[in-house]
């Protein structure tokens, strides 16, 4: 999403100014000109002498095409100069990786990104009691974006995870999203196909190199269930100083909603999706000031149409709710996020479901974090691609703020973590990151650990 948005009209004037005086203006040329009186082929030339040059078909054709091309820049509303993919800049909400191919003239694009993360465990947990938790490294994702540009029009953009190293030990291949695109003009285009339900700050850009932290925020984990994609068909696009998105979307599935991670595995996927009652999604962002990406989203649809009770299917409208903000000045680096999620008719739900005690689905689920970060290097060398960025993260998640009558919360779902580490940039496409997280809960479950990450982006 764009921060420069002011001033669109009078930066295409000087763009068009500046291309039809080229078209007027003799070509400069790294050859020896022609003589006098002679073509570049060197056939006798009508032209009077002193003249001006005209520049030929091809010429014309290419300065055309360069000025079309920033017409199409502005139109997508592009936020990064240059060469594109600088591990913090994307267009149309999406991450640096993933918009590659909206920058191309046409044809295919590949891009992509991937992590690995080494998590190192305490071997007790705050209570004193044995943790159980071994070490693990684990090649989490291996992401390709592949695309293709019809024409200036139509877009198609795809990304396809390979999770955990192999599908014989526990991995996953899976279509994260695949949009068809008609880019139609700045405030509104069209999007069909598998789309991000654009939710808080991870879901849509979640490449590693793009946020700080070794592991993804449990509130876009375990209330924003990021990755979280389905099939769906909408609208997107920007007005004055704002972007929005606007989706029908597939719903998600109460059978699979459980007390420790909520609503996150009854994510669908786009795989044969259940679709008797669809859901509707949106986003507003505020992208006019330089810097600043601060808005709301929400999700809201039945998601029990699986679910038999005694009575009849069970509605579970599920409703999510986020706050989100991201602020960058300088080395300055502030995020934060707020969700919360609602399902109705609980009871049902358990009953029909088996569920008793306090494995209750949560009727209310929240989480919130805030980050802080301040790279270092630029202070002491200016314009180096390097940077080093100390941050700090605190965060509280509760899958189960609220239960219904007759059942109970399990205190082991109202988290609290601290994070606090380093994230180095050796470019700004590659980053290393380590950091050590403080977990309490209020069961007295919880175990600290350690984390080392590797993250890169193409």
């Known amino acids: 999403m764009s921060s420069k948005r002011g001033g669109a009209l009078p930066r295409v004037t000087c763009v068009s100014i500046l291309a039809l005086g080229a078209l007027v203006a003799p070509p400069v040329r790294a050859q020896?000109?022609?003589?006098?009186?002679?073509?570049?082929?060197?056939?006798?030339?009508?032209?009077?002498?002193?003249?001006?040059?005209?520049?030929?078909?091809?010429?014309?054709?290419r300065r055309i095409e360069v000025l079309a091309?920033?017409?199409?820049?502005?139109?997508?509303?592009?936020?990064?100069?240059?060469?594109?993919?600088?591990g913090s800049k994307g267009l149309l909400g999406l991450g640096p990786a993933a918009s590659k191919v909206y920058r191309k003239a046409s044809g295919l694009s590949v891009g992509g990104y991937g992590e690995t993360l080494y998590q190192a465990f305490d071997g007790t947990r705050e209570d004193g009691a044995a943790s159980g938790r071994a070490n693990t490294w684990d090649d989490l994702r291996a992401v390709l974006y592949v695309g293709w540009k019809f024409d200036r029009t139509f877009v198609l953009n795809t990304e396809i995870e390979y999770e955990h190293a192999s599908t014989e030990g526990g991995g996953a291949v899976s279509v994260e999203f695949a949009t068809l695109d008609a880019l139609l003009r700045r405030e509104v285009n069209l999007r069909a196909g598998l789309v991000l339900v654009p939710m808080g700050l991870?879901?849509?850009?979640?490449?590693p190199p793009t946020y700080l932290g070794a592991r993804r925020p449990d509130t876009e984990r375990r209330i924003i269930p990021a990755t979280w994609s389905g099939n769906g068909v909408g609208v997107f696009g920007e007005a004055?100083?704002?972007?929005?998105?606007?989706?029908?979307?597939?719903?998600?599935?109460?059978?699979?909603?459980?007390?420790?991670d909520g609503i996150r595995e009854g994510r669908q996927g786009g795989s044969e999706a259940l679709a008797d009652h669809l859901a509707v999604t949106?986003?507003?962002?505020?992208?006019?000031?330089?810097?600043l990406v601060a808005g709301a989203a929400f999700f809201s649809g039945r998601s029990g149409a699986s679910v038999q009770g005694p009575s009849g299917a069970v509605g579970a409208r599920t409703t999510v709710l986020d706050v989100h903000a991201d602020y960058r000045l300088r080395g300055?680096?502030?995020?934060?996020?707020?969700?919360?999620?609602?399902?109705?008719?609980?009871?049902?739900?358990?009953?029909?479901l088996g569920l008793t005690g306090t494995d209750s689905i949560g009727e209310t689920q929240e989480g919130w974090y805030v980050t802080a970060g301040y790279e270092l290097l630029g202070l002491f060398r200016p314009g180096t691609s390097l940077a080093l960025t100390p941050f700090v993260r605190y965060e509280r998640t509760d899958t189960q703020r609220a239960v219904p009558?007759?059942?109970e919360r399990d205190g082991a779902n109202d988290r609290k973590v601290w994070t606090i580490g380093l994230d180095f940039k050796p470019i700004p496409r590659i980053s290393l990151k380590l950091d050590y997280q403080d977990e309490t809960t209020a069961a007295r479950t919880g175990v600290p650990q350690w984390n080392v990450a590797l993250g890169y982006l193409f």
């Open 332 to 352: 300055l680096w502030l995020r934060g996020v707020w969700a919360r999620t609602r399902v109705s008719e609980v009871a049902r739900l358990n009953e029909a």
């Open 240 to 260: 004055g100083p704002v972007a929005y998105k606007l989706y029908v979307v597939e719903g998600l599935d109460a059978s699979k909603f459980t007390a420790e």
């Open 405 to 407: 009558a007759g059942w």
């Open 202 to 207: 991870i879901n849509e850009i979640h490449e």
């Open 282 to 291: 949106g986003r507003l962002d505020l992208v006019s000031v330089p810097g």
């Open 69 to 86: 091309r920033e017409l199409e820049a502005r139109k997508l509303g592009e936020v990064a100069d240059g060469e594109p993919g600088d």
């Open 32 to 61: 020896e000109a022609p003589a006098a009186g002679q073509r570049k082929d060197g056939t006798a030339s009508t032209a009077a002498p002193g003249a001006a040059a005209v520049p030929d078909n091809e010429e014309l054709a």
